[in-house]
């Protein structure tokens, strides 16, 4: 079982940053894939970046390139997501999620909310 906790959400001006943390605990595999995922109200979760747990590869969804960041930090067992530029539309939960490479994300934390004021 892997724990994820997420932190670091809050309300920010349009234009603003944010940096989101996903903690990890229990058992993590070097094959894991960590990804951050966000929902807004009345609309279906959607895919925003993810890493590779061993090597930092990461893939970023087109609406997020050149704005957010994520990176991870192995000896605390972190991920983060670095939101800059941020605007009213990025407005949504964001959810930590974890899984093993090219299988789906079988663990998911409990959500931060970010709130983007225009």
């Known amino acids: 079982q892997v724990q994820l906790v997420e932190s670091g959400g809050g309300l920010v001006q349009a234009g603003g940053s944010l940096r989101l943390s996903c903690a990890a605990s229990?058992?993590?595999?070097?094959?894991?894939?960590m990804a951050w995922f966000r929902q807004a109200p009345g609309k279906e979760r959607e895919f925003v970046a993810k890493i590779d747990w061993n090597g930092g590869n990461t893939y970023y969804e087109d609406y997020v390139k050149g704005r957010f960041t994520i990176s991870r930090d192995s000896a605390r067992n972190t991920v983060y997501l670095q939101l800059n530029s941020l605007k009213p539309e990025d407005t949504a939960v964001y959810y930590c999620a974890a899984g093993p490479r090219g299988y789906g994300y079988d663990f998911w934390g409990q959500g931060t909310q970010v709130t983007v004021s225009s």
């Open positions: 229990g058992r993590t595999y070097s094959n894991y894939v």
